[in-house]
């Protein structure tokens, strides 16, 4: 698809939080996202599953700018991400454009990479003062808020390692989320957690989706979990979406064979 058959913004009716039109991501000669329509609506909640190396963290990882795109345009509420217009033509964003998209979207991946030397609250202040330049006490009280929501507020003082997994998870989502993004991104945060505190950090994913009206894109191994909490859930086979439903059908009936392959190899592995 040429550029110029790209609209420069989406129009007000078809306006989705996320949209991927026609993306392509190529490394080298190896395609990884394949002419990739893929929608989110604001205040959605959508899984995203499917077998390793499918293009599952690619696609977060274009959304929190961290990879350039070979093909096509991501818009975020209708603006481009990717791209910005220039004299009525798309041009790749600039850093300048990327650091202004970037300030809606959150993420929390696998390892929480917290800052070591920083107390939770101060791991959550550090983006709110540097990044949205709030005074402290306004950061303050915006993450001790968070630190609450989330069940930390009794450790807002302890440095990550004197933290549990799950507690340290539990602290990288308020962080995400004292950014106030609008959209919040979620790659397998249960992944290297021991089994004992995964119900921790679900518990409040889950209380993010019904109390908060967040757009969240989660990929996730629990399958479950996905079940429970997703709008919509997408299995992802070779950089494409094989298949996508509520999850009540792509769970209890699905129609594909690489579906029906893949949720039976994930359940005998449980
Ligand atoms: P998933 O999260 O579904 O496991 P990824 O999105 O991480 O998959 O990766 C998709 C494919 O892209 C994999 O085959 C992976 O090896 C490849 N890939 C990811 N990052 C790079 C990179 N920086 N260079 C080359 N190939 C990469
Ligand atoms: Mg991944």
């Known amino acids: 698809m040429k550029m110029s058959s790209f609209p420069l913004e989406l129009s007000e009716g078809d306006r989705p939080m996320i949209r991927f039109m026609h993306v392509h991501k190529n490394y080298g000669h190896f395609s990884v996202i394949e002419d990739l ?5 604001e205040g ?9 190396g499918s293009g599952k963290t690619t696609v977060l990882r274009v959304l929190m700018t961290l990879e350039t795109i070979s093909g096509g345009v991501v ?4 603006k481009p991400l990717t791209h910005m217009a220039r004299n009525g033509v798309f041009v790749p964003a600039d850093e300048r454009h990327l650091r202004q998209m970037r ?11 917290l800052f070591p030397h920083m107390t939770a609250l101060e791991n959550c202040m550090e983006g709110p003062v540097q990044v949205l330049g709030l005074s402290k006490r306004e950061a303050r009280d915006r993450c001790e808020d968070l630190l609450s929501l989330v069940g930390m507020i009794d450790k807002k003082d302890q440095h990550p390692s004197r933290l549990s997994g799950g507690q340290q998870q539990r602290v990288a989502i308020a962080r995400a989320l004292a950014m106030r993004p609008r959209v919040m991104l979620l790659d397998e945060v ?3 957690l021991d089994p004992e505190v995964i119900g921790e950090v679900t518990n409040v994913i889950r209380k993010l989706v019904t109390e908060h009206k967040l757009t ?6 629990q399958m479950g979990f996905a079940r429970d909490i997703s709008d919509r859930v997408c299995f992802f086979y ?3 979406i094989e298949e996508e439903g ?10 594909r064979e690489r579906t029906k392959h893949f949720l039976s190899a994930v359940k005998e592995a449980v």
């Open 75 to 78: 818009y975020i509420d209708g």
């Open 44 to 52: 959605e909640t959508v899984s995203i599953i499917g077998p390793s």
């Open 103 to 113: 300030s809606s979207i959150g993420m929390c991946f696998q390892h929480f990479n």
């Open 37 to 41: 329509n893929f929608d989110v609506a």
């Open 238 to 240: 070779g950089g494409k």
């Open 190 to 192: 249960t992944s290297a």
């Open 246 to 255: 509520v999850p009540d059908v792509l769970f209890g009936n699905p129609r």
């Open 216 to 221: 969240m894109l989660m990929v996730t191994h």
